[in-house]
């Protein structure tokens, strides 16, 4: 099925810990997103890019990076872990300047 | 004060009730709404959108937006278990610019239907 696709669905990491969350999307939306999502706070920005070459950052980007490697992928890494970034990261894909999004599955972290 | 609020419930109803859903916002240059619904452990999926203020019907489910109150609403007639979800708003300010359709979400208003 077209969509999004986010590897791994989950994750336990130590500490200190680094790792890189993928996401792909085959709709060729050219806008692309990674959002955080703790319970009572819901949905927070991390880091987004408009377009391909292009990554800014959202509400919440310290302790990750991104990387948007062609129009299709778009990767987001926590280089030293901490226990702050446990949480349920989605990634999400859009047509350049509408809002609807089309979200992955998640990928459950637990820092540990 | 956040950009969005949203009543994080949580809403149980019976089925076949009515349910209104509600988010307030201050951003008065947000203009494009959406409802998104999240099974338990499953992404968000765009539910309704709108453009600016009025309603907008699909099946069950309006949403209505008065811009003037900045106060949207998503209401679901005839409400059924398979109802049963986070509903999370969201808004934009627009296409171009420096916002590229970012979103704002809500913090979601979780609501059960039980049969």
């Known amino acids: 099925n077209a969509g999004v696709t986010q590897t791994p669905k989950f994750q336990v990491l130590k500490t200190g810990q680094s790792m890189t969350l993928q996401c792909a999307q085959d709709m060729n939306h050219n806008s692309m997103y990674w959002y955080r999502q703790d319970p009572g706070m819901g949905l927070r920005l991390i880091y987004y890019?408009?377009?391909?070459?292009t990554t800014d950052k959202g509400e919440v980007p310290n302790g990750y990076n991104v990387s948007r490697l062609n129009k299709r992928e778009f990767s987001l890494r926590l280089e030293s872990a901490a226990p702050s970034q446990t949480s349920v990261y989605f990634c999400?894909?859009?047509?350049w300047g509408f809002g609807g999004y089309t979200f992955g599955s998640g990928t459950r972290l637990t820092v540990v | 004060q956040k950009e969005v609020e949203q009543d994080p419930g949580p809403l149980s109803v019976p089925e076949g009730a009515i349910v209104s859903l509600n988010c307030t916002y201050s951003?008065?240059?947000?203009?494009?709404f959406m409802w998104y619904r999240q099974y338990s452990r499953k992404g968000p999926e765009l539910l309704m959108y709108?453009?600016?203020?009025g309603n907008k019907e699909d099946g069950r489910f309006t949403a209505q937006v008065d811009k003037s109150s900045k106060y949207i609403s998503l209401f679901i007639r005839d409400s059924q278990p398979s109802d049963s979800a986070t509903y999370l708003c969201a808004m934009s300010d627009g296409a171009g610019g420096t916002s590229y359709g970012k979103l704002t979400f809500g913090q979601g208003t979780i609501l059960t239907v039980h049969p």
């Open positions: 890019s408009a377009s391909e070459g």
């Open positions: 951003n008065s240059a947000f203009q494009y």
């Open positions: 999400a894909s859009s047509e």
């Open positions: 709108t453009y600016s203020s």
